[in-house]
């Protein structure tokens, strides 16, 4: 009876709003369930993602206790679509346009103090859904799968803008409010679409008792012996026990090398020495490795060589002498003149628009060329996937027989993936797949300046030249660019460790530290989660280096 009465109300309240519009602009899916019907205006939450077609008035929570490890979803009824909503805000706006200049504005609340306030960016969720959904079903927390998904990007802006701090251990009230907005010249907010609390307990200051937990017994591996190198030990106890108890998440390996053996090897949510490894990014240093192997051996001239000798770029659109004089080295250090950088959602040569493209060579070339983009740094992913064609027709047999014959046999790596272009060319701007003791072969070689097992397998010349200070990294203060390389300096305890390091999505990392004997290598897959990277960061600078770098 209860539920039913509140029910009534929420829907008395909510049905005000959109639903009276007599002059709707789009067609809805309407109102899907009972379930619905009796919930309209309501925000509702589950600890598991419930598809709408098998929710239930059970799944629903009315208390909850958030953990490191536990997830959180909600589902929001509304009487009418976003974009009928925003409609009534800004009737002289097509409903095509109404997609670009608003959205959702999602509001949270702890014990009734407002904390967090965020009018979402236009463009997701996609027109198509604006146009036509009458609920939201959506993650905020998904630790198993999570993808670093527009609401779950909400929640984590939520958290480092006043979250973390409000929602201390302890009781709380946590309440969240939907309104539709538009932007024109000023942003006008709707009335309210949908609203809802939830009964927290937050519990996320686990003990640690690090007496009851076991270091990996390190034994050896093809091309690493077992280090007799003393570390604290209880250091690394407590970082194990962090991410087991999920303070620092979807990491999965943690590997170790000093002085060439191995040092510390753990391994977290059921990944072994054996599982194969998607690390991203991480593989665009391979490909930096292969222009380096080719040209040592005669098959370019040099980094400086032009791309005009491997392509027609008359062929191709937005034909310019720069696009034609651009250089291997220019794309080795992210710094051509083709329009394209992936943190611009807007940049034409965005990755995300190049992946639906049936040839991402010729999606490459057809950018146009900026003058002014010429040796300044911007990530481009598409710039590695022309390298890597270039090696491609450029060696014999392709770029696979060759990376396998000149790089991974003699590091003794045979258990490894590609993934491929739509071409079937390897895909050398991330996709590489080994075991995390093979990545940490590659960054020894770099580490003994191209040698392993006492034979020069790749040019010194080359590593120093990937480990110089090619480009500064835009907005970023004293973090450069080398061949494909990035450059930092960790701090522990006001003192300055320098590496060099592949990194990718997920918070991926194969580091070679300048001044240390040192390889360390992390795999991880929190990928498109705003926190991957900042918590490596933590990891290195208040756990792993401190235990192995002697004062």
Partial sequence: MKYGYFSSIFST??????????????????????????????????????????????DFLNSYVLTNKSDLFFIAYFDNSLTNCKHSLAPAIPSDSLAKIGNYQFTLFVDNKEIYRSNLIPGAPPAKNQDNDTSLNRPFIDNKNGQGTWS???????????????????????????????????????????????AVQVAKQPTIDITKIELNTVTPYNGFAVSKETFDKAKIKELKGSIDEGIFKKINSIIVIKDGKLLIEEYFNGEDRNTLHDPRSVGKSFTSTLVGKAISEGYFKSEKQPIKDFYDLSQFQHFSNGKENTTIEDLLTMSSGFDGNDEDDASPGNEENMYPATDWVKFTLDLPFEESNSKKWHYFTAGVILLGDIVNKSVPKGLEKYADEKLFSPLGI??????YTPQNIPNTAGGIQMNALDFAKYGQLYK??????????????????????????????????????????????????????CAGNGGNYILIFKDQPIVIVITASAYGQPYAHGQVSKILSDYILPAIIKQ
């Fill in 13 to 58: 309240l909510f049905c005000v709003g959109c639903l009276a519009q007599k002059n709707d602009i789009v067609a809805t899916e309407g109102i899907k369930s009972e379930l619905q019907r009796v919930n309209i205006g309501r925000i509702l939450f589950t600890d598991k993602r419930i598809s709408n077609e098998t929710l239930n008035k059970k």
């Fill in 152 to 198: 779950e990007s909400f929640w984590n802006r939520f958290l480092n803008n006043g979250g973390n701090e409000a929602l201390t251990d302890g009781n709380h009230l946590l309440r969240m409010e939907i309104r539709p907005y538009v932007k024109t010249e000023t942003v006008k907010t709707g009335d309210l679409m949908a609203s809802g609390e939830l």
């Fill in 414 to 419: 045979t258990n490894y993936k590609w993934q």
């Fill in 448 to 501: 003994n300046g191209g040698v392993w097992n006492k034979k020069q397998i790749l040019p010194k010349e080359w590593v120093e030249k990937s480990f110089t200070k090619q480009r500064q990294i835009t907005n970023r203060d004293n973090e450069y660019y080398g061949f494909l390389f990035w450059n930092k300096v960790f701090k522990v305890d006001n003192k300055s460790f320098e590496a060099y390091y």
